[in-house]
């Protein structure tokens, strides 16, 4: 079974910054990314794919988030990051990590929240 865990949220103000962070790991378990994404969770509003990133580095993002986040990886860490600068009052959600293997099994994380507010 494979293990996500975010960090890095909290609240910030409009116009500030955050880093999340999203380690993967495994006890008795070998497994290979494929890719790792980050989606978030607003109140009252569905689940979206935020950002994701393939073991190749390859990155795609959310129009809404394009020129203010940037999806990251170290693949010997195993971890993900997601840097997001000039963060608005409607990024405010809880932001989940998701991990693709190559054998296309799905984990999740248990999210982390981010507010933003003045």
């Known amino acids: 079974q494979v293990q996500l865990v975010e960090s890095g949220g909290g609240l910030v103000q409009p116009g500030g910054s955050l880093r999340l962070s999203c380690a993967a790991s495994a006890s008795g378990t070998i497994f290979n990314i494929y890719a790792m994404k980050w989606y978030r969770q607003a109140p009252g509003k569905q689940r979206e794919l935020v950002a994701g990133?393939?073991?190749?580095?390859?990155?795609n993002y959310a129009d809404s988030v394009k020129g203010r986040f940037t999806i990251s990886s170290d693949n010997p860490k195993n971890t993900a990051y997601l840097q997001m600068d000039s963060l608005k009052l409607e990024d405010t959600a809880v932001y989940y990590c998701?991990?693709?293997?190559?054998?296309?099994?799905?984990?999740w994380g248990k999210g982390t929240p981010v507010t933003v507010s003045s």
């Open positions: 998701n991990l693709l293997t190559t054998s296309f099994t799905e984990y």
């Open positions: 990133i393939t073991s190749h580095g390859i990155t």
